[in-house]
């Protein structure tokens, strides 16, 4: 049996601002009506960052808005933190690599895998602005190098 996933929220502005070394995938810990407005494709993840908070792993900063459906009585809030469900290995993996000096830990894409609310999660180091310039410039290469093979057939 094949898995589908349906991607929700990507944030592109990942691998330009930041050197992406592992991916890590996770599981969301949610409640009902953050997953009907998941499902709904209600959600950014361009501000939100991971941190370790007593040996577990938080996705702060992650916005779902509210349901417009549900209960005007639900008190939780669009961006609070969410608990992410890793395994121990990879826990303790990401627990000593962000104790390292300059390591983050970024949201790159928010999707379903059949039922289930996933999130990869990469470990990068933020690039400097002469970095980011030097992306830049070589993506600018790429694209004119594909537009003269293109026109030359």
């Known amino acids: 049996m094949e898995k589908y996933y349906k991607l929700v929220a990507d944030n592109r502005k990942a691998y330009f601002n930041y050197i992406i070394s ?3 995938t996770a599981g969301i ?3 009902g009506a953050e997953v009907k407005s998941l499902r709904l494709g209600q959600s950014t993840i361009r501000d939100a960052f991971g941190r370790v908070v007593n040996g577990e792993v938080f996705l702060h900063n992650m916005t779902i808005p509210t349901y417009g459906k ?3 009585t639900s008190s ?3 961006s609070r933190a969410r608990k992410l469900l890793l395994k121990r290995s990879e826990l303790n993996k990401i627990i000593g690599r962000v104790s390292e000096k300059g390591l983050t830990l970024v949201p790159i894409k928010v999707y379903f895998s059949g039922d289930w609310a996933k999130v990869d999660m990469g470990l990068g180091k933020a690039k400097k602005t ?3 310039r030097e992306s830049i410039r070589q993506k600018d290469i790429n694209r004119e190098t594909q537009r003269i093979l ?3 057939g």
């Open 130 to 132: 002469h970095e980011k």
């Open 22 to 24: 592992d991916v890590f």
């Open 76 to 78: 939780s809030e669009e």
């Open 29 to 31: 810990v949610l409640s």
């Open 70 to 72: 549900g209960l005007k």
């Open 150 to 152: 293109k026109e030359k």
